[in-house]
């Protein structure tokens, strides 16, 4: 027998099952709508992020770009503000970059590049190590003779000896009117103009000269100095405040006519330096000797120099480019992988024995890339071709006076091997020095030197 209640709840039980499943049906419909839309408003979300991405990468890209070429810039500067100093700061970073590579691949030394971050701090620094001559007078590092500031102060001596010599002439025409003999006192003008001549191309001579001076140049510099001449002008007059400052009170509102010297250390030659600086340089741990003045333009000072062109205050003044670079550096906001910028650039004139500059450094002290770069500045200035105070070098000279450096504790021996062993020196000569440079180098012989044997 049927039972129709069953029959009836079963059927109920269908309809309420396919209500069921026509609501989840339904619900799952919406929700695959809802996650259609949400995939698509994600999708979209992720798009914008990406397009974000690449436009923030690209600007990145743009700001890497433009420091790299506001650095070149500051190099190509500091190259362009004097003619002297030619393609210097160009010139280092290339030699340092090929140097640094054969370092990182030799076993002999325990230093390597790990990365692409890495090699670029060393190039930075290298394209940097000199931004400090930004602030060097140029008149200090353009100095191709020893009498020049601003101008060559030959001149100004030579107008000194042009009054002598025609006072020289006026004596004897005063001579002989008063009735001395004529002979006699031709032949003393004629030997007294000779010896003024003389005296004139002896000094002009050695403001030219680059080699170390005689004790007897010396003294004969000190002789022709204390010749007198008789100034008939107000010296005072024109002077800027500065000038005008470093005259002594003894030497303002003379009586004219006024016995001069030929040549004289006055103490209007002298510009004192602050205690300010002086404090400053300390402040900042530079251990350096500080010459007591500034500058001093006195002119047998000058023409005294015992060899080259630079005074003690002015090689002090060449000196100060990397205290300059150093401060300038430190003081910029550098990313943390570049923070070894400053201490690479400003220890390139440090030495292994610790008698460089600035600090001190010795040793471990100076980082391996500094060394380098020590090597390369130094070779790039020995070989370059456009220098006024030196002869350009071959590269067996070059290579000679690096090693001895080397041998003497101012430069790393180790890295120096593996310079020569490896003949980085003949790819840079192929590279920027002329033919005439380019010689037989015995690297096997400058080997043994350095190890000692």
């Known amino acids: 027998m049927i039972n129709h209640e069953l029959i009836a709840e079963i059927e109920q039980s269908k309809k309420d099952f396919d209500k069921l499943m026509d609501k989840l049906i339904k619900n799952l419909k919406r929700e695959e709508k809802i996650l259609r839309l949400s995939d698509k408003r994600q999708r979209k979300e992720y798009d914008e992020l990406q397009k974000k991405y690449e436009e923030v990468k690209k600007l990145q890209e743009a700001q890497e770009k433009l420091i790299d070429s506001f650095i070149k810039i500051i190099a190509s500067a500091i190259d ?95 001579r002989k009117m008063n009735g001395e003999d004529e002979k006699k006192v031709d032949k003393w003008l004629d030997e007294e103009l000779k010896k003024l001549k003389e005296d004139f191309e002896f000094l002009a001579k050695i403001n030219n000269s680059k080699q170390e001076l005689t004790e007897e140049e010396i003294q004969r510099i ?21 000038e005008l400052s470093r005259v002594p009170e003894s030497e303002k509102n003379q009586k004219l006519p006024v016995k001069e010297k030929l040549l004289a250390d006055k103490k209007r030659h002298i510009v004192k330096r602050s205690k300010r600086e002086i404090n400053d340089l300390k402040r900042h741990n530079f251990h350096m000797e500080i010459p007591k003045n500034m500058y001093n333009y006195g002119e047998i000072y000058n023409l005294t120099i015992p060899r080259g062109t630079l005074t003690p205050e002015e090689y002090f003044k060449i000196q100060e480019h990397v205290i300059m670079t150093i401060k300038m550096l430190e003081s910029l906001p550098f990313p943390e992988r570049f923070k070894n910028v400053p201490l690479y650039a400003g220890a390139h004139h440090e030495a292994i024995n610790g008698k460089g500059y600035p600090r001190r450094l010795k040793g471990d002290e100076i980082p391996i890339p500094a060394r380098i770069m020590a090597i390369a500045d130094i070779f790039e200035a020995l070989t370059a071709k456009d220098r006024p105070y030196k002869d350009k070098k071959t590269l067996s000279q070059a290579i000679d006076i690096l090693v001895q450096k080397a041998l003497e504790g101012e430069l790393d021996k180790d890295i120096l091997a593996i310079f020569i062993k490896s003949r980085v020196f ?3 000569a192929k590279m920027f020095l002329s033919k005439d440079q380019i010689d037989e180098v015995d690297v096997d012989y400058y080997l043994k030197k350095l190890k000692g044997n």
């Open 80 to 174: 362009a503000k004097s003619k002297y100093i030619g393609a210097h700061c160009e010139r280092v970073p290339i030699l340092t970059a090929m140097l640094t590579k054969e370092v990182s691949e030799s076993d002999e030394i325990d230093f390597k590049i790990e990365n692409e971050d890495q090699e670029k701090e060393i190039s930075t620094a290298a394209w940097l190590h000199d931004c400090g001559k930004i602030v060097t007078p140029d008149f200090v590092m353009n100095k191709s003779v020893k009498l020049e500031t601003l101008y060559n102060r030959i001149h100004e001596i030579r107008t000194r000896f042009e009054v002598l010599y025609r006072d020289l002439i006026i004596e004897a025409m005063k």
């Open 222 to 242: 000190k002789e022709i100095a204390d010749r007198e001449w008789y100034r008939y002008f107000d010296d005072t007059l024109g002077l800027s405040e500065d």
């Open 426 to 428: 003949e790819k840079y």
